[in-house]
């Protein structure tokens, strides 16, 4: 234990004395807070906004559509709606809209029948759809009107509301439990990348720099190994606290400023027992990956390997994040529960299970079990790694090697 103490302090006082380290959390603390700070941030401009917003919804109502009317007799009944005629025929709209003097026009052939000119489209252009809407509610009327029908009572009828009683039984997260799984994913992917890697080219170094020999002669490599992961992995979790704790003290200076749904979603998703099961997982797949990384480590001979050597975890963090991103749209979806179950994915799909839809308590215990068991399995492969590691130089070892010599051990 003594020795531990020793590397754990060793490692842990060496991480935090980085410079680039204190400078980076320091920069994603004030980001945190300005993220939170948004809400008061706008109302500040929300009059400025507010007052243009009808500046300009004033501006449009009296410019109206650019038109062109295929005959006198639509002329006559639509300019009331949509405004004059800017041009006298459509091939001299399609010229202006050609010469960017005007950004679109419509062309109003029928009740029923128009033509839109645009010289480029985007998906935020939503002129041709309220256009379109307050055209058919037109034709519509006239319809109703020529068959000798009511059409003011006609739309009372169709508008009549719906009412609802909503009784959810089990867990109704909202919109706002994506976001929160988008936000940990993130959290939980840059935390594993950064600091895997760390612990991976940590290990390289001292086998490259033969300080690794030095270190097993007076340390075990089982105390060598643990101390790393434990100093890493609590640099990490105090990085990452650090930030959240900058979001959370902006979050409850600006809280007056959130509407009050937000407020009520955020209270419904994140509950003790949610917040609970999402930090214990995040733990357990943490120290997994570390150890992994760890392992990866211990198995080059030279720090330039180290990327070489960890690039397999990508593939993991690409079929557990499409595993998460499957998991927020179908919580329930049988391949979701089967990897709920899967040390690698659950760390996410668990999670997120538990937080949109019911999940019995029996299956978050024998997934984390199973996290558990993980965990210990290959801190016990990367102290294996790290020791026959130790006695090899040279080339870089690969995972075929590592197995037959733990056969025969």
């Given at each position: 234990?003594?020795?531990?103490?020793?590397?754990?302090?060793?490692?842990?006082?060496?991480?935090?004395?980085?410079?680039?380290?204190?400078?980076?959390?320091?920069?994603?603390?004030?980001?945190?807070?300005?993220?939170?700070?948004?809400?008061?941030?706008?109302?500040?401009?929300?009059?400025?906004?507010?007052?243009?917003?009808?500046?300009?919804?004033?501006?449009?109502?009296?410019?109206?559509?650019?038109?062109?009317?295929?005959?006198?007799?639509?002329?006559?009944?639509?300019?009331?709606v949509f405004g004059e005629e800017s041009y006298e025929s459509a091939d001299e709209l399609r010229e202006a809209v050609k010469n960017e003097e005007v950004e679109t026009g419509f062309v109003i052939e029928d009740l029923n029948q128009y033509q839109y000119i645009a010289y480029d489209r985007s998906l935020d252009s939503y002129e041709q759809m309220e256009f379109e809407a307050q055209l058919e509610r037109i034709n519509e009327t006239t319809l109703f009107e020529q068959e000798g029908?009511?059409?003011?009572?006609?739309?009372?009828?169709?508008?009549?509301?719906?009412?609802?009683?909503?009784?959810?039984?089990?867990?109704?997260?909202?919109?706002?439990?994506?976001?929160?799984?988008?936000?940990?994913?993130?959290?939980?992917?840059?935390?594993?990348?950064?600091?895997?890697?760390?612990?991976?080219?940590?290990?390289?170094?001292?086998?490259?720099?033969?300080?690794?020999?030095?270190?097993?002669?007076?340390?075990?490599?089982?105390?060598?190994?643990?101390?790393?992961?434990?100093?890493?992995?609590?640099?990490?979790?105090?990085?990452?606290?650090?930030?959240?704790?900058?979001?959370?003290?902006?979050?409850?200076?600006?809280?007056?400023?959130?509407?009050?749904?937000?407020?009520?979603?955020?209270?419904?998703?994140?509950?003790?027992?949610?917040?609970?099961?999402?930090?214990?997982?995040?733990?357990?797949?943490?120290?997994?990956?570390?150890?992994?990384?760890?392992?990866?480590?211990?198995?080059?001979?030279?720090?330039?390997?180290?990327?070489?050597?960890?690039?397999?975890?990508?593939?993991?963090?690409?079929?557990?994040?499409?595993?998460?991103?499957?998991?927020?749209?179908?919580?329930?979806?049988?391949?979701?529960?089967?990897?709920?179950?899967?040390?690698?994915?659950?760390?996410?799909?668990?999670?997120?299970?538990?937080?949109?839809?019911?999940?019995?308590?029996?299956?978050?215990?024998?997934?984390?079990?199973?996290?558990?068991?993980?965990?210990?399995?290959?801190?016990?492969?990367?102290?294996?790694?790290?020791?026959?590691?130790?006695?090899?130089?040279?080339?870089?070892?690969?995972?075929?090697?590592?197995?037959?010599?733990?056969?025969?051990?």
């Amino acid at each position: 234990m003594k020795q531990f103490k020793t590397v754990f302090k060793f490692e842990l006082l060496g991480l935090l004395k980085n410079k680039s380290l204190l400078i980076t959390t320091g920069i994603m603390m004030v980001i945190a807070v300005v993220i939170t700070s948004i809400p008061t941030i706008m109302g500040f401009f929300g009059e400025d906004e507010e007052d243009f917003d009808r500046e300009e919804e004033t501006e449009q109502v009296e410019e109206g559509y650019t038109i062109v009317y295929a005959n006198d007799e639509l002329k006559e009944l639509l300019r009331g709606v949509f405004g004059e005629e800017s041009y006298e025929s459509a091939d001299e709209l399609r010229e202006a809209v050609k010469n960017e003097e005007v950004e679109t026009g419509f062309v109003i052939e029928d009740l029923n029948q128009y033509q839109y000119i645009a010289y480029d489209r985007s998906l935020d252009s939503y002129e041709q759809m309220e256009f379109e809407a307050q055209l058919e509610r037109i034709n519509e009327t006239t319809l109703f009107e020529q068959e000798g029908m009511d059409s003011e009572r006609i739309y009372e009828i169709l508008n009549t509301p719906i009412e609802v009683e909503e009784v959810v039984l089990g867990r109704d997260t909202g919109g706002s439990g994506t976001i929160i799984a988008f936000a940990i994913i993130f959290i939980m992917y840059m935390l594993i990348l950064l600091y895997g890697n760390n612990v991976a080219t940590s290990v390289a170094r001292e086998k490259d720099s033969r300080t690794m020999e030095l270190l097993i002669t007076s340390t075990k490599p089982k105390t060598l190994i643990l101390g790393k992961v434990a100093a890493v992995g609590l640099t990490g979790v105090l990085q990452i606290g650090a930030i959240i704790l900058a979001g959370v003290i902006g979050f409850f200076a600006n809280k007056g400023s959130y509407p009050e749904l937000l407020l009520e979603l955020m209270k419904d998703t994140m509950a003790l027992d949610t917040v609970a099961i999402y930090v214990l997982f995040s733990i357990l797949g943490y120290l997994l990956y570390l150890f992994i990384y760890a392992s990866l480590g211990s198995l080059v001979s030279k720090v330039e390997d180290v990327a070489k050597s960890t690039a397999p975890i990508t593939y993991l963090f690409i079929i557990a994040y499409f595993a998460a991103t499957m998991a927020m749209n179908m919580p329930d979806n049988s391949i979701i529960r089967v990897t709920s179950f899967i040390p690698f994915v659950s760390m996410f799909t668990m999670p997120i299970r538990y937080m949109m839809t019911t999940v019995p308590l029996v299956s978050v215990i024998a997934s984390i079990l199973i996290m558990v068991l993980t965990v210990i399995l290959f801190a016990g492969i990367s102290i294996y790694i790290y020791r026959f590691g130790s006695l090899n130089y040279g080339n870089r070892l690969t995972l075929k090697e590592v197995i037959k010599s733990i056969k025969r051990n």
